[in-house]
């Protein structure tokens, strides 16, 4: 199966537009934004967990990164609230499942093997840092070699200037409105914009992004 596979295609998609598709586990939904394979996938996906849900135990062959969007996420290592950033690296393995349901933002098999930090961030715990431009404000997850991944957060009126994407960019648009010079982008828009591509983003009202770039060459 492949789902927008190709890297140098720039996409945008309104998340909230896309059917929940079953997993192979009761309960447990995903909307699927790239795909690379079928069961075992390059993948990033949003994926629903109804109240008392799991997964079966399995292990991450390529990694896992998530973040969780809504409600907590659990597995034998903890809770993970809405906020929560988790990076399971290569060879890990865990058993997941939602008490009283959860809705996370998934990536999987795009993980350098040697990037082996476990990760768990509460963003909602952590202090924001100030971003390059007045109004804008930056909390670092995590990076490895080109790959680098935050969250900005943009005051209402706060405008970027103009840049290049070395190694593409790809952004979650958590709360309120991104937008640039192509569009305008709402809660639940995923974007990925191609290695080489320009953009001027600015935000009117204001948002909270999860932004990585560098991973797309
Ligand atoms: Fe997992
Ligand atoms: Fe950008």
Redesign the pocket.
């Known amino acids: 199966m492949k789902i927008n596979a190709d890297f140098n295609e720039r996409v945008v998609l309104s998340t909230q537009e896309l059917p929940w598709q079953d997993s192979p586990m009761p309960g447990v939904q995903r909307r699927m934004l790239d795909r690379d394979g079928d069961e075992v996938a390059r993948a990033t996906s949003l994926v629903k967990y109804a109240p008392g849900s799991s997964?079966s135990a399995?292990t991450?062959g390529g990694g896992?990164e998530?973040f969780v969007l809504e409600g907590t996420f659990s597995?034998e290592q903890g809770d993970y609230g809405a906020g929560t950033y988790v990076r399971?690296p290569v060879g890990?393995?865990?058993t997941?499942f939602s008490k009283t349901g959860a809705t996370i933002f998934?990536k999987?098999w795009q993980m350098d093997p040697e990037d082996d930090k476990q990760v768990t961030h509460d963003t909602s715990k952590t202090h924001w840092f100030p971003g390059l431009v007045k109004g804008l404000s930056v909390l670092p997850l995590h990076n490895h070699g080109t790959e680098n991944v935050a969250l900005v957060k943009w005051e209402p009126g706060t405008k970027f200037q103009t840049h290049k994407h070395w190694g593409g960019e790809e952004i979650f648009v958590i709360e309120g409105t991104f937008a640039d010079e192509q569009g305008v982008y709402p809660q639940g828009t995923w974007l990925r914009n191609p290695s080489g591509s320009i953009h001027t983003p600015f935000s009117e009202e204001g948002c909270t992004i999860y932004v990585k770039t560098g991973h797309l060459s």
Request: no cysteine.
């Open positions: 997964f399995h991450h896992e998530f597995d399971n890990s393995s865990h997941p998934v999987l």
